[in-house]
């Protein structure tokens, strides 16, 4: 069994910073993209950054901003926030697509989720 474990959200002042992890466990045979979304309140979830061999991707509300990073060894990835705005809060979810044997195709997985709250 896969599972994603995210940590490092928590409540911040805007202009301070955040690091976020998510690491995955369990039957993995490879792993290829990994990314956050984060979703907020009344929002859809939306893409925040992504990352796979060659191409990383950010939305354009971060970009600048965060820096999306990974561990293959650890098969972590992380999310560096930085100058955090008010406008960032939300939940964040990490996702990967993982081939969990020799034999199985790419699916989807998701974190449970972390909070992060930017504000005064």
């Known amino acids: 069994q896969v599972r994603l474990v995210e940590s490092g959200g928590g409540v911040v002042q805007p202009g301070q910073s955040l690091r976020l992890s998510c690491a995955a466990s369990g039957s993995i045979f490879s792993i290829n993209a990994m990314g956050w979304y984060r979703q907020a309140p009344e929002k859809q979830r939306e893409l925040v950054a992504a990352t796979r061999v060659g191409n990383t991707n950010y939305a354009d509300s971060v970009k600048g901003r965060f820096t999306i990073s990974r561990d293959n060894a650890k098969n972590t990835v992380y999310l560096q926030m930085n100058r955090l705005k008010p406008e960032d809060t939300a939940v964040y979810y990490c996702?990967?697509?993982?081939?969990?044997?020799?034999?199985?195709?790419?699916?989807?997985?998701w974190g449970q989720g972390t909070q992060v709250t930017v504000s005064s």
């Open positions: 996702n990967a697509d993982i081939r969990a044997t020799y034999t199985d195709g790419y699916r989807t997985y």
